[in-house]
């Protein structure tokens, strides 16, 4: 039969296809293409040529213990490992016992971990040993997570739950525990202080945040208008006035025999101010999203206006939220480099300091290209772990 | 008929959460207020704004209006609230076309422009935008060579530390004979449009086609007949040219202004690219097939069905871009380009007067912020899908 002697069409697979059908299809294709490769070369070579002959990298190989954690007391760093060791427990208990869910961010900070001991190991520091030993107690939690009964999951959130008020203690110290002296938060710096900073934003921000949202979701007027105008007023201004105002109105504000707190906490209350009415809106859009049914089912059942909200709509309506406040996470996490702008000590501002050293003039470019790295491989990081939880859950798949 | 008890009514009680709310608020209001003004006194600082006429005694390093260390803060701030509005229309409009180009490009079916866009967008929108700001200026712009060696690229655009040279326009000495004739053909444009409005409102149809072209025409005319009183045109093309130690004639764009404008439109531009490709893969698939079986071309697809439809689902995130382009130009602070924040911080560093200042910071925001929307939800209303 003439069919069967017929021969396979002609490049529709193998390299060859590949490149006509992806880069040369059409003429205005290969226009296209050959202009983006001379843009290419245009852009790649001389910024090649400059990583690996003239940059001086050694800038960040001599500061990046004050990279990390700024002027934090050298004496003091296990309390930073510490708090990285029950990070990766915490990850590996809820890796043991939501599996899917957690196997994300499981994933990354092991590979982190691994990546983390490499490096340490080619640049012959002893950080190494510490990585592997928070890679190991990420590894042993999640085998206890797997023998664990049914109690896990309540396990889990009440650790997660005790988790970021114990790396707070645990970071700042105090005066009533002698081997845990309090750490001045102006000694904070570096990522230690940027992180400090995300977490400490986006938790306090959240009650607030929910409760404008219901406020401004409200059929009680006042309460209502207040709400919209808080939310539009710190929603229309720059953070940087936010943080402004926090650094320079707070002492203002307080008692006249109250010690004024220490910038980073001003600051910390300004992110917070901000970050609600950020955390409002998404909340709100969670809100909408609820179908009347809910409500009106919860009142055939005979639940009260505020049983109804905390046992059916809140649950549901922050569970369609996840990934609006992933996303603000990841975005508060930028924006607390503003900091560096009222003087407090984080990543930007201690690579400005780096910049100062007389060793290290004009390093700008490699300084601020490891900041950049920093945030970028922290936020691809975070994005991956969030969808894959996103996914296990099947947020917004309902 | 029965008789709800005061304390079960629910009309009573949502009163008096009201009026709790309210006592609350204003008892913490006071409790502010009364600790403001003991700091402040003990502080010795009065509260007002008379400080704004004083002689601010500052030197501004560029301004759009006129100014000199001996004009008042109020001037000054005024000087960095117009800085700050010209960086942000400029930027508003030029990240506009690098979002939508990067958003096309990385729906494209040529990979290796895809994949340049998503890199692009990737790496921009998980990098904080003052990191950027201040790579752009020391890592890159301040690095640039002196003006002797100038980096010359076509145009003639060149590019040195002390600034970006570009060519441009200036009005001649006739500028001001021609204003009248430049403003009759504007006023032509306008009244053209009227009349067409009217034709189609009293009539119920479209005036013919070539009708159009009499927006062309008219003010060509009219410009022509301007010629023809005023032979020298009104503007003249400056073309930078290296005289001696610097450049002569051309617009020169300070490097802190052309950090701050690059690194906005750039990191502005990534999100728009977000936007437009999520706009653009809004639309159903059926409706490009449908264009396509009608006959049209890829080019046509795309202007005529896709990007009305897309408009729609683009417009309202992309206004808070806009929003965000402008508030986020605050952060020119950290370059040391002069704009309203940067100013009136200097402001407060000499005057003490903290907050009188931030208010007024706050309000200069807040009222470019709403005035923007207040446009943007005028040109939404206007694009919005009519349903019958």
Known sequence: ?398 | MQITAFWRNVRFLQALGQVVFVLMLALAAGFLYANVSTNLARQGLTVGYDFLTNPASFDIGESYISYEASNSYGRAILVGLVNTLVVSALGIVLTTFVGVIAGIARLSSNWLISRIAAAYVGVIRNTPLIIQLMFWYFGIILQLPAVKEAVALPGPIFLTRRGLYLPGFEATPAFDAWKIYIWVALASLIVIWLIFRWIQNRYDLPPPLWWYSAYLFLPILILWVGFMLQPEPPLKEMIPELAGLNFRGGLRLTPEFAALLFGLVVYTGSFIAEIVRAGIQAISRGQVEAARSLGLTTAQTLRLIIFPQALRVIIPPMTSQYLNLAKNSSLAIAIGYPDLFSIANTVINQTGAVIEVIVIIMLSYLSMSLFTSLLMNIYNSRVRLVER
């Open chain 1, 1 to 398: 039969m003439a069919a069967i002697e017929m021969q396979p069409p002609r490049l529709s697979v193998g390299p060859i296809a590949w490149l006509k059908k992806n880069l040369f299809s059409t003429w205005y294709n290969v226009l296209l293409t050959f202009l983006a490769l001379g843009l290419l070369y245009a852009l790649l070579k001389p910024a090649l040529q400059w990583a690996l002959t003239e940059a001086r990298w050694g800038v960040i190989e001599a500061n990046l213990t004050l990279f990390m954690i700024g002027q934090y007391p050298r004496e003091q760093l296990w309390r930073v490992w510490l708090t990285i060791y029950m990070l990766g427990g915490m990850i590996g208990l809820s890796w043991g016992i939501w599996k899917e869910a957690a196997r994300g961010f499981a994933l990354i900070a092991l590979g982190a971990g691994l990546a983390f001991i490499v490096i340490g190991l080619l640049l012959n520091s002893n950080v190494w040993i510490n990585w592997l030993i928070a890679d190991a107690v990420l590894l042993a939690f999640y085998a206890l997570g797997r023998i664990l009964p049914q109690r896990g999951a309540s396990i889990a959130t009440l650790g997660w739950l005790l988790y970021f008020p114990l790396i707070f203690l645990l970071v700042a110290g105090t005066r009533f525990i002698p081997w845990l002296p309090p750490v001045n938060t102006n000694q904070w710096g570096g990522l230690l202080l940027t992180l400090m900073l995300t977490i400490v934003g986006n938790i306090g921000a959240l009650p607030l945040g929910v409760l404008l949202a219901l406020g401004r979701r409200s059929k009680l007027p006042i309460l209502r208008y207040f709400s919209i105008g808080y939310i539009e007023l710190i929603r229309g201004v720059p953070l940087v006035t936010v943080l402004f105002m926090a650094n320079l109105l707070v002492p203002l504000f307080l008692p006249v025999n109250l010690r004024p707190p220490d910038a980073v906490i001003r600051v910390m209350i300004g992110f917070i101010m901000f970050e609600a009415a950020y955390q409002a809106e998404n909340v709100r859009g969670g809100l909408q999203a609820i179908n009347r049914g809910q409500y009106e089912a919860a009142q055939a059942l005979g639940l009260s206006g505020a049983l109804t909200m905390s046992l059916i709509v809140l649950p549901q309506a922050l569970r369609a939220v996840i990934p609006a406040l992933f996303n603000s996470f990841i975005s508060l996490f930028k924006d607390t480099s503003l900091v560096a702008i009222i003087g407090l000590f984080d990543i930007l501002r201690i690579a400005r300091s780096v910049l100062a050293q007389s060793d290290w003039l004009g390093t700008h470019r490699e300084v601020f290209l490891f900041a950049f790295i920093i945030y970028w491989g922290f936020n691809l990081a975070f994005t991956y772990g969030s969808r894959r939880l996103e996914e296990a859950m099947g947020v917004g798949k309902r």
